[in-house]
């Protein structure tokens, strides 16, 4: 994990308004070793880490998207965030008239994703020098250790200079509030992954969320939220009630977390899903071969005849899995094709692997890169073609044809073999290296 932190050696310069000059400061963002506000000065002709700015408009900034910053994840590759996703992600949201360095943040519900890219705006007196190649990590009791402290920092510069009734302490008080209520606490998160600021949800809407989350778990609707919540203002909601009254393809799993043992907690979510795919394997007596289809499904309780003669009656953007009667599962799947069903099923499985046993919480599967998912993905892309296996099956032979023999053998995608092979430093997949997970207008 990353360390983020905020330095600033406080100014009063001439900024219209007393709570903006008071707080005017030489500021600087560091993250791990890296200053994202490194800079060179145009008119003065200097580069240092800090730039000269109110620290107000930011603390505001941060107060204001706290909720959505600490919950709200990242919408699914390939879909440009709306506006209002980015004014509550993007730090130079922060606006107020200063040049602010371009630094995204989006949670995954365990950490907070930070990417930066160096800028240069056009017409303006700063150019930030510094970005990152790709995401940094922060935890999230970290992150929110550091954006406390830093707010803080601000309201007790105010009241030094004597400005006691800020809106900056008003809101922040609010928060701190709200945070300190359970019931309060819970209501703004579940807000906030459904992309809404506090007290934005309609009544209706949030009612019914609390309801679900109430029937599928805390876990399996911070799954579904994101994609569901604020869609058609709320409506969508009823998209997952009817998943969960859907007739899917029933099983019992013949495997349980205590059968593969605990996977240890210290480590990243795709480290997660490749340690218990691994430590699955092996308690089946199948360290590296092929895992057919009859294999993987029975491992859930289910059949192929069941699966190849099920098909839903509508698209979802989510697969879910119910408990039901007798500890089974009902499953509802939406891949049609023969490969992305292998995927998914074995997706299915490494969740139930994850879940508590016994536990009454749906199985959620989407396209969203929150930890939960990175680590199916992972236990996936692992359980089907163990990396070691598919080194060895390659040897030196890295081209197109080489990887089309190997999915056939594996019975995964293609796609799957070369995120396997970038993941484990085989292979510079072409979308490494970007700045930025979408193009930040400049």
């Known amino acids: 994990m990353t360390e983020l932190r905020f330095s600033h050696d406080w100014l009063s310069v001439g900024v219209d308004g007393p709570a903006f000059r008071h707080t005017s400061a030489q500021f600087a963002i560091y993250l791990g070793d890296n200053c994202l506000t490194r800079n060179e000065d145009i008119w003065s002709k200097t580069v240092r880490d800090s730039v000269l700015v109110s620290t107000y408009p930011l603390a505001m900034w941060f107060a204001s998207s706290w909720w959505r910053l600490n919950w709200e994840p990242l919408p699914k590759p390939g879909v440009r965030p709306s506006l209002d996703w980015r004014m509550t992600h993007e730090l130079g949201a922060a606006n107020h008239g200063f040049v602010w360095p371009r630094i995204l943040f989006a949670s995954d519900g365990e950490v907070i994703n930070v990417w930066a890219a160096a800028a240069s705006p056009h017409g303006q007196s700063v150019n930030y020098l510094c970005g990152l190649e790709g995401p940094q990590v922060v935890d999230i009791g970290d992150f929110q250790r550091s954006v406390d402290n830093f707010i803080s920092a601000v309201l007790n510069r105010l009241t030094a200079m004597g400005l006691h009734d800020s809106e900056l302490a008003a809101l922040w008080k609010l928060i701190l ?171 299915f499985l490494g969740d139930h692997l994850r879940e508590p046993e016994g536990s009454a919480h749906w199985l959620a ?78």
Request: proline residues 5%; aromatic residues 8%.
């Open 177 to 347: 509030e709200d945070r300190a209520d359970r019931s309060t606490s819970r209501i703004r998160r579940l807000e906030a992954q459904m992309g809404f600021d506090p007290e934005e949800c309609p009544a209706e809407v949030i009612t019914q969320a609390l309801k679900l989350q109430d029937q599928m778990g805390d876990s399996a609707m911070s799954e579904l939220a994101p994609i569901y919540g604020r869609r058609d203002d709320g409506a969508a909601l009823g998209e997952i009630a009817e998943l969960g009254s859907t007739e899917g393809i029933r099983g019992r799993p013949q495997i349980a977390p205590s059968d593969i043992g605990p996977v240890r907690t210290k480590t990243v979510p795709w480290q997660k899903g490749v340690e218990a795919a691994r430590q699955l394997r092996a308690h089946i007596g199948n360290a590296d071969e092929l895992i057919d289809n009859a294999t993987l499904l029975g491992l859930l309780g289910l059949t192929e005849h069941q699966v190849d003669h099920w098909s839903a009656s509508s698209r979802h953007p989510a697969a879910v899995a119910m408990p039901v009667d007798h500890n089974c599962l009902n499953f509802v799947p939406r891949k049609r094709h023969r490969l992305a069903k292998r995927f998914e099923f074995s997706r």
């Open 365 to 442: 599967s989407t396209d969203l890169a929150t930890s939960r998912q990175k680590y199916q993905r992972a236990f996936a892309a692992e359980f089907l073609c163990p990396i070691r296996s598919l080194v060895e099956f390659l040897g030196d032979d890295f081209t197109e044809s080489a990887f089309e023999e190997a999915a056939d053998r594996f019975g995964v995608s293609e796609q799957t073999v070369e995120s396997l092979l970038a993941n484990n430093g085989y292979l510079a997949a072409p979308f490494y290296g970007l700045e930025m997970p979408y193009r930040l207008a400049v």
